[in-house]
């Protein structure tokens, strides 16, 4: 992508506007974490959990980016999807999970975030990542490096590690696993694993501590949009699992492939499927 398409947008000036807006969302949901309103919890017709945390943290980041930018489409997982034949004619838009990872929620592990992405023709070309239980936010744009910003502290820059054979570390799902990814697991000789939920395991990917994360499950773009532009700007890659950078808004469906998240001087992970 051309660097001059990417600078018509203030991205810069837009980021501290949109850590913000991720913690007003995830001062929202901590509402209802710490008990201070109820939390009934449903099902989608994927089955998959719903809660009262979720509609009202979705309302808090839908309402605050229509504000900011009037003009930019936004998708969030909570909001209706509209079709791929409106969709297919935005080459610019917000994607956005209010609350990523609400069976962390649920489980009261604190292991849940709030995703936020900018989308320009089928690339993340900003993420800010809010962690409201620790107040961690992990945010980069395009061309600018990836931070991490600790309690409202000074922002550090982060990037990934090299990787060294010898001391592989990957990351792994509190909530999900599946044979594919205990098969490849396996194949790697000895490692350390670390379990965490959300978008957590990509973010300990652009931070350094691990290597690797595979997903070889169901996911979807709002789960990954923000944690690529972070990664990627990390100095690592998310890619599907013919090592292909993932690319958004591209078919009807807005489910994820397979996917890897690795560092830097990486290898090629395919080979272990």
Known sequence: MMAAEIDRFPLQDWLPQLRMIARETGEEILHYYNGERDCEVTRKPDTTPLTEADLAANGVVVESLELLTPDIPVLSEESEIPPFEVRQGWDTYWLVDPLDGTVEFIHRNGEFTVNIALIHHQCPILGVIYAPVDDVVYFASAGHGAYKQVAGGRSEAITCRRLNPEQLTIASSRSYSSPQVQALISKLGEHELIIKGSSLKSCLVAEGRADLYARLGPTSEWDTAAAQCIVEEAGG?????????????????????????????????????
């Open 237 to 273: 890659q998310i890619t599907d699992t013919q090592m292909q950078p993932l690319r958004y808004n591209t078919k009807d469906s807005l489910l994820n492939p397979h996917f890897f998240v690795f560092g830097r001087e990486s290898r090629d992970w395919s080979r272990y499927l």
